[in-house]
Antibody, heavy 118, light 110 residues
């Protein structure tokens, strides 16, 4: 079955950097687009970014453009989120998710918590 | 700025029916926005319920159904059960690689 396991979360100071990873298994990773979705404490879900199956196209919500970068390594079935110039408002649980088809999210990981705090 | 609207909360009796909606601050929601719905139980990761307006995800019971009602997308729970008590989020695809989530609806079964 599909498994998505995030790692790399932690506490970082404002302006700092962090790199999240997502290990994918149970499906043909190379044929699916992938998402990062976040959820601030006590808040709703927010779409952050999407990468096409081949990594050629990437899309971002406006608030993270130029600071967060999605990438993937199809040889290792890995998804990444490089987070730079972090702000307090980036504090959230970050979920890795698999494309469900027809512009939807299919399966979700369990999430990793990123806390930006001084 | 695009805002996707959802009712903040709903209460339903066990065995009852509830319909949650997903609208736009400007304009109508149509199938062309490919609305999808996600359930998030307390302390859990989200789970996909419905995609492409009305297609149930694998393993989702048929008491969950999606539709377009008037100018909004809708999720109907028929025969609500105690473990349906969760937050429910819709998301719309706005085109050009942009997705927008609604604020979510907290459903209480009592």
């Amino acid at each position: 079955q599909v498994q998505l396991v995030e790692s790399g979360g932690g506490v970082v100071q404002p302006g700092g950097s962090l790199r999240l990873s997502c290990a994918a298994s149970g499906f043909t990773f190379t044929t699916y687009g992938m998402y990062w979705v976040r959820q601030a404490p006590g808040k709703g879900l927010e779409w952050v970014t999407f990468i096409r199956y081949d990594g050629r196209d990437k899309y971002y919500t406006d608030s993270v453009k130029g600071r967060l970068t999605i990438s993937r390594d199809n040889s290792k079935n890995m998804l990444f989120l490089q987070m730079d110039s972090l702000r307090l408002e980036d504090t959230a649980v970050y979920y890795c998710a698999k494309d469900g088809g027809t512009y939807s999210i299919g399966q979700w990981g369990q999430g990793t918590l990123v806390t930006v705090s001084s | 700025q695009t805002v996707v609207t959802q009712e903040p909360s709903f209460s339903v009796s066990p065995g009852g029916t509830v319909t949650l909606t997903c609208g736009l601050n400007s304009g109508s929601v149509s199938t062309g926005y490919y609305p999808s719905w996600y359930q998030q139980a307390p302390g859990q990761a989200p789970r996909t319920l419905i995609y492409n307006t009305n297609t149930r995800s694998s393993g989702v019971p048929d008491r969950f159904s999606g539709s377009i009602l008037g100018n909004k997308a809708a999720l109907t729970i028929t025969g609500a059960q105690a473990d349906d008590e969760s937050d429910y989020f819709c998301v719309l695809y706005m085109g050009s690689g942009i997705w927008v989530f609604g604020g979510g609806t907290k459903v209480t079964v009592l």
